[in-house]
């Protein structure tokens, strides 16, 4: 008898949530297109990175409202900066740039 089993069956769907609070901010990038604005801006602290993190990558895959597809992209980059008073933070800077 082999090991394991073989059972004909569906996967079971797929439990995806939808956030999409940045939705807004996607379509005021949209509107001007080829700009780079900050979105976010956290601590340099270890949750901060972490944060920014996350919305850069939430950017670049097309989540939390920032959707990619045959029309244009979104593209983001994160800067790690010293503000006046020598207090650092993570900038996250995000731009929409149309196919066309």
Not at 43 to 70: I, M
Not at 81 to 98: E, S, W
Request: aromatic fraction near 8%; charge should be positive.
């Amino acid at each position: 008898m082999p090991a394991g089993i073989l059972r004909w069956e569906e996967p079971a769907p797929i439990k995806t949530r939808t956030n999409k609070e940045y939705e807004p901010v996607a379509a005021e990038l949209q509107k001007n297109p080829h700009k780079w604005a900050v979105i976010a801006e956290t601590p340099d602290t270890p949750e901060g990175r972490r944060d920014a993190n996350r919305l850069f990558n939430a950017v670049k895959n097309g989540y939390r409202g920032f959707r990619n597809d045959d029309s244009g992209t979104f593209q983001a980059t994160t800067r790690t900066v010293t503000q006046d008073g020598g207090t650092k933070v993570v900038l996250v800077h995000v731009q929409y740039v149309p196919t066309r």
